[in-house]
Every structure is written in C-alpha cells, then in structure tokens.
C-alpha cells in the first residue's frame, strides 16, 4: 500500500538553527499538506501545497516557516530561526484530489528544539 | 468558528467489549467527517469518512461511525475491541473549499486483557 514517508523521525536542533523536514508524497497525489502537535495539544493544519505554490496557510504559518518541493518527489518544510515552541510533531500528508480530499498522512517527524 | 470535540481524553475498556468513542463538531458548511487512528510510533492512519449519503459508515478493522447532523457527532464504534486497538484516536472535518483539516485532541484508547 502506498504511504507517505517523512524523515527524520527525531530531529533535535539548538535555538535560532535552520531546520528542513522532509517528506515523499503519494506518488500520484498533487495536493501536499503540513500539520503540527504540539505534546498534548491538538494537530493543527499549518499549509496545503499545489500546483508549486501555497494554496492555504494557517495563522500559525509565518514567515519563518517555507515550503517547497525541490524534486518530482520530495515536499519539505523549513524553519528558518527555530524557536523553544517549535518543538512539535510534524505530519505531512498528501491527497489525491481537492474535492473529497482524503488526506494520507505520515508517521511524523518530532522536532526538539533546545 | 469551526471546532472539533472529543469528550473523553482517555477510554478503558476490556478486550472484547463494544466501544464508542464520541465526536462533536461545529460547523456551518456541510461537513466531511473522517477519523483516523494513531499507534505508538506511527502515522495517522485512516479508519473511515463520511461525505454523504448513508449515515452509517463501515470502516477498516470492524470500525463503524454515525453521521447524526441534528447532533453535530460523528461517533466511532466496535462492538468488539480487540487489545490491537490500544491508539489515540482522532476525529477530523473537513469541507469543500477549504484544504485544511479541524482535529479533535483525540481520545486514547486502552484495552485491558
């Protein structure tokens, strides 16, 4: 069954460095999402991605926070300045088609920022 | 605003008994309802949506949910728990014209022998 693949599953950063998620879509899916949680809080939608452009973001998704996708298969997400509260775990997902859109999501990616 | 409730942080129950987990939610347009389940180490994996038609959905692992709009929920249901099925469990909406997802905080699921 196809998946949705992140990498790092741990990443520990120190304050104020540059980090990049990584993630491998659905081969034949277009729409690209990023998700956080924040231990014990609530996953919460930060950016969906089409067509090589930002379709949707969320207030949490300022401007340190990018995404691109470099390649015909990876989607990343940088943080530019890494902050204390960034620590989090990031799901990316993807999905098909906007109507319905079924979003597949990752296994995450747990971002510790020291 | 649009929001999404699950009642209960944490559920017990014994292998073998049913299981309801409860979902609300708040919003204008008309929804598209999933849930998806969580295991240590792993990703969001999807049980099950709704989008319209049959109230009652089917599911993976011998999950179901009802889609009730005069109560706003979206309950998920078992009627026999396996100690498989120990996860966090996630209620989402979506709707058409928008990209993101509403999640709920999630319910954790433990399953006694």
């Known amino acids: 069954e196809p998946e949705v693949t992140q990498t790092p599953s741990h990443q520990v950063t120190q304050m104020g460095q540059e980090v990049i998620l990584r993630c491998v879509p659905i081969?034949?899916?277009?729409?690209f999402y990023w998700y956080r949680q924040i231990l014990g809080q609530k996953v919460e939608f930060l950016v969906s991605f089409y067509n090589n452009e930002i379709s949707e973001k969320s207030e949490i998704f300022d401007d340190q926070f990018s995404v691109e996708r470099p390649d015909g298969s990876n989607f990343t997400l940088k943080i530019r300045s890494t902050k204390l509260e960034d620590s989090a775990m990031y799901f990316c997902a993807s999905s098909e088609d906007w109507d319905k859109n079924i979003q597949y999501f990752g296994a995450g990616t747990r971002l510790s920022v020291l | 605003a649009q929001s999404v409730t699950q009642p209960d942080i944490h559920i017990t129950v014994s292998e073998g008994a049913s299981l309801e987990l409860r979902c609300n939610y708040s919003?204008?347009?008309?929804?598209?309802l999933f849930w998806y389940v969580q295991s240590p180490g792993q990703g969001l994996q999807l049980l099950l949506k709704?989008?319209?038609?049959?109230?009652l959905v089917q599911g993976i692992k011998g999950f179901e949910a009802e889609f009730k709009r005069s109560q706003s929920s979206f309950n998920l249901r078992k009627p026999s728990v396996h100690w498989s099925d120990a996860a966090e469990y996630f209620c989402a909406v979506g709707t058409s014209g928008t990209y993101k997802y509403i999640f709920g905080t999630g319910t954790r699921l433990k399953v006694l022998a």
């Open positions: 919003y204008g347009a008309t929804p598209y």
């Open positions: 081969s034949n899916h277009l729409y």
């Open positions: 709704y989008f319209s038609g049959d109230t």
